[in-house]
C-alpha cells in the first residue's frame, strides 16, 4: 500500500513542479547595493507577485568583487558576472574601468544564461531595459529559445540610448531583439512610441513605475524631521528645494543651481545622489556665489527619502528628458509640491494650471533649459499657500489610486508574465 501512494504520488510531484515557472531575468545591476529605479521596480513587482507558482532568477553585472557570485535577494535568486572592483559604489560605476566591464558582460552574460537554462530550463525571459536584449539575443543564438518580455525604462532621449556611434553598428541586433519580443512593457505612453520605432508591432502594454505609497506618506514624528532640518542647517523662514537625482546633464541640477540668484536669500537648494556631474555642478555654484545655500548631501538610502522630503518644502528636477521618473509619485506621495518639465513620460502625470487647463491639476510644468521659469514657479508656490494645499492633494490621491506598487505588480503579472506563460 506504501508502494502505491508512493507511485501514485510521483507523477503528482512532477505536476505540481510543471506548475511552476522559472523567469530568468536580465539587468546591469541589482541589489544590494548598487540600486536605481530600474533595479527597485524588479523588487518591488517581484515581491509583490505570488511566488508559490513563479520562480525568478537574474544574471547581473559584479559590481563589487566581495558580492557573492550567487545569493538570493528578496525572492530573487541573483547569478552574478565579472569580477568587480572590492567595494565598488555608484561612483565607481560611472569610470572607464566599468564602463569596458559592461562591453565584456554582454557577451558573458549570454553564455551564463545557456548555461542556466541547459541546468534548469526557463520558460521566459525578461529584459530591464533596452540594451538588456543584447544579451538575450546572444543566448537564443546558443540555443535558449524561450519567450521574452522587454521593460522600457530609459530615461534618456532616443538619439542617446539607439543613435549614439558605438550603438550604430549593433543597432541591428537591437531591431531584432525588439521584433522577437513577446511583449513589450514600457513605463510611459512616451516610451511606447520607441517600441514601435524600433519596428515591435506585437502587445505593448504601458504600465507605470510606482511607489510604496504606505512608505512615503507616512507621517513621522516632529522630533524626527526636526533632526533632519537641524542636519540641513534649516533656519525659520527658509524654503528648502529638494532633488533625488542622478548627477548627470539631462536631470538639469545646473538649471536649479543657474535660478538660485533670480529667488531670494532664504532658498535653499538640496542635492540628494551622485553622478559624474558633480563637481561641475559644485563649481557652478561657486561661480555664481550660491555655495552657501547647496547642500550635496550625495547617496541617501530609500528608506530615509521620506524624511529629508518631509524636511523640504518643495521637489523639483526641472528633466531635459525623462522615461517617467519615480522620483516625481514619491514625492507626490509624500506631500510637496512638484515642479517638473513635461519632457517624455512626465506628460502622463504632471499637469499644469496653465497648460492642462482639463486635467486635474498636479504640479508646476516648466520648460527645459528656462531657469528662469524655475525661480517663477518657485516664486508662486511661496506666494499662494492655499493653491498648493490643493495641488498636493490631487496629487497624492493620483498617485495612490494610479501608481501604488501592489496595482503595478497585478498588471505586471496578468498582462505580461502570464501572456509570456501562455
Request: glycine share 6%.
Amino acid at each position: 500500500m506504501q508502494d502505491a501512494r508512493g507511485y501514485l504520488a510521483r507523477p503528482l510531484l512532477l505536476w505540481q513542479t510543471s506548475c511552476v515557472k522559472r523567469v530568468l531575468i536580465f539587468s546591469l545591476a541589482y541589489f544590494p547595493k548598487h540600486v536605481g529605479g530600474a533595479e527597485f521596480a524588479i523588487k518591488e513587482i517581484t515581491d509583490r507577485i505570488d511566488f508559490s507558482d513563479i520562480e525568478f532568477h537574474m544574471v547581473t553585472l559584479r559590481f563589487d568583487s566581495t558580492l557573492p557570485i550567487e545569493s538570493k535577494e528578496g525572492v530573487v535568486t541573483v547569478h552574478r558576472i565579472g569580477w568587480g572592483k572590492k567595494g565598488a559604489g555608484m561612483g565607481d560605476t560611472f569610470t572607464l574601468g566599468f564602463y569596458f566591464s559592461k562591453i565584456f558582460f554582454i557577451p558573458l552574460v549570454a553564455l551564463k544564461a545557456a548555461r542556466l537554462h541547459r541546468a534548469l530550463r526557463f520558460d521566459a525571459a525578461w529584459a530591464m531595459m533596452a540594451y538588456m536584449q543584447f544579451p538575450i539575443v546572444l543566448a537564443r543564438l546558443l540555443g535558449m529559445r524561450i519567450p521574452y518580455a522587454i521593460t522600457l525604462q530609459e530615461g534618456d532621449p532616443f538619439q542617446h540610448v539607439f543613435q549614439r556611434w558605438y550603438i550604430l553598428p549593433f543597432r541591428p541586433l537591437l531591431v531584432y531583439g525588439f521584433r522577437h519580443a513577446s511583449v513589450i512593457q514600457t513605463i510611459s505612453t512616451f516610451l511606447a512610441g520607441w517600441a514601435r520605432q524600433m519596428g515591435f508591432f506585437g502587445p505593448l502594454e504601458v504600465i507605470p513605475n510606482g511607489v510604496n505609497t504606505e512608505h512615503f506618506s507616512q507621517e513621522y514624528p516632529a522630533s524626527i524631521v526636526n533632526e533632519i532640518k537641524d542636519t540641513l542647517e534649516k533656519k525659520m523662514g527658509d524654503v528648502f528645494v529638494i532633488t533625488t537625482s542622478r548627477l548627470v546633464h539631462k536631470n538639469a541640477v545646473d538649471d536649479v543651481i543657474r535660478a538660485l540668484p533670480l529667488l531670494p536669500g532664504n532658498v535653499h537648494f538640496v542635492v540628494l545622489g551622485i553622478g559624474p556631474d558633480e563637481a561641475k555642478l559644485k563649481k557652478l555654484a561657486a561661480d555664481l556665489t550660491v555655495s552657501e545655500r547647496m547642500r550635496f548631501l550625495g547617496q541617501i538610502g530609500h528608506a530615509d527619502l521620506p524624511k529629508y522630503l518631509k524636511a523640504s518644502d518643495i521637489f523639483i528636477r526641472a528633466s531635459r528628458s525623462e522615461g517617467m521618473g519615480n522620483s516625481f509619485v514619491e514625492a507626490m506621495a509624500a506631500g510637496i509640491p512638484v515642479i517638473a518639465t513635461q519632457e517624455g513620460g512626465l506628460s502622463d502625470f504632471l499637469f499644469d494650471e496653465k497648460r492642462n487647463p482639463d486635467q486635474p491639476i498636479t504640479g508646476w510644468a516648466v520648460d527645459k533649459d528656462s531657469p528662469p521659469q524655475i525661480a517663477a514657479a518657485i516664486k508662486d508656490i511661496m506666494a499662494r499657500p492655499e493653491k498648493v494645499r490643493a495641488v498636493v492633494a490631487t496629487a497624492k490621491q493620483m498617485v495612490i489610486e494610479k501608481y501604488d506598487w501592489n496595482l503595478v505588480a497585478k498588471d505586471m503579472r496578468e498582462k505580461v508574465f502570464e501572456r509570456l506563460f501562455a
